[in-house]
């Protein structure tokens, strides 16, 4: 036989040295690399550690030692008794009105009307759990029916003139936050108002009757089971479905959506409604499930903490429930933290505040990978890749 070697065993890669294996040829994994395709995730991150260091100085200013005080939120939070049923009431709401903001980002929306659905959702909630109260759970569910319907007409507003008119978004939802509180202000101190709220002089509706109320059941609370299901259908929708492939493509690109047939305008409104229904749910749950009535300060911060929520999950359906799980350990633990060391509950604002800022500065990221970036990016990309 010729030993001559084949084209194949020409062509065919030298065998590895003695005592290495196949699996050592692979280049060692660069932490660099790893960070810069979670740049979200680290963003995140610091943010919170920023916040965190922040907040502790303040604490430590007022001479309180910060690990008592964060040990104190954590603990008011979840392990003192009821302290984690009222941590997941309170989570719920934020899961919605995150949502609330996340459905619109997805198509390049910036939806802070939030509180003004939430509100409007909690006052049509209420009134009608109140008046079909009787019915029991009919009348809770038409009280969370109610309440998405009046949620989505606030958010159907601001989508149409949007849609067809080009009126920004930010501005129409701005001026619709107070719309919304003025008409239930004036629902509160007139038609709806309650009989002892005129001798009392605090504006709030009738008291819902119990069997028609949204509780909780082996302490968790049902509202916070329905906005952990409608956090995975609205994830399965933007995945899985025709209608999420829309509407992400819109927010990618308008033209290539109008191009490829999609209407552009029926998205724009649809995510606005859907938006819009999701924290007027939140309001009613609110009204259904923890007053058991209508308030003027039912939301307090909800729905502008729903923005906090949806930058931390980065417009992830699913990560807003870890985003709103904090956002709701930080509220419920406040009260108890200003009663043991004597903060002030604002710290809690300060926290959110600081990480909401972190979050949504393009910069901090740019900064973190800065001069790393492009050498890596340079490193990866060439003519043989």
Known sequence: MSETPTVAEQAAAPPPPEGSSSGDQRPPRQPLAYLLTHQSGVVIVVALVIALLVGAVLIRYQGVNPWYAYETLIREAILVEGGLTRTL??????????????????????????????????????????????????GALAGMVAGIAAGAFIGWIAGVLKATRGVHEVITTIMLNYIAAGVTWWLVTGPLQAESSKTSGIPQTELIAEEARVGAVAGIPIGFVIAVALAIACWWMLS?????????????????????????????????????????????????????????????????????????????????????????????????LQFATGIAPEIVDLLLAIILLMVSIPVLGKWIFRSRADKVTAASTSWGN
């Open 89 to 138: 009431q309170k989570t719920a709401p934020l899961v919605l009105t995150g949502l609330a903001v996340v459905i619109p980002l997805r198509v390049g929306l910036f939806n802070i009307g939030g509180q003004g659905q939430l509100i409007f959702g909690a006052m049509f909630g209420a009134w009608a759990a109140y008046a079909l109260g009787g019915l029991g759970f009919v």
């Open 240 to 336: 899985k479905t025709t209608l999420g492939f829309r509407l992400n493509t819109v927010g990618a690109n308008k033209h290539a959506a109008g191009y490829a047939g999609i209407s552009i305008k029926r998205i724009i409104a649809l995510s606005m409604v859907l938006g819009g229904g999701l924290a007027g749910l939140a309001g009613a749950l609110e009204a259904g499930g923890t007053l058991h009535r209508f308030e003027p300060a039912i939301g307090g911060t909800l729905g502008f903490d729903g923005i906090t929520i949806a930058l931390l999950a980065r417009a992830n359906p699913l990560a807003t429930l870890p985003a709103a799980f904090l956002v709701g350990v930080l509220r419920t633990g406040a009260p108890g």
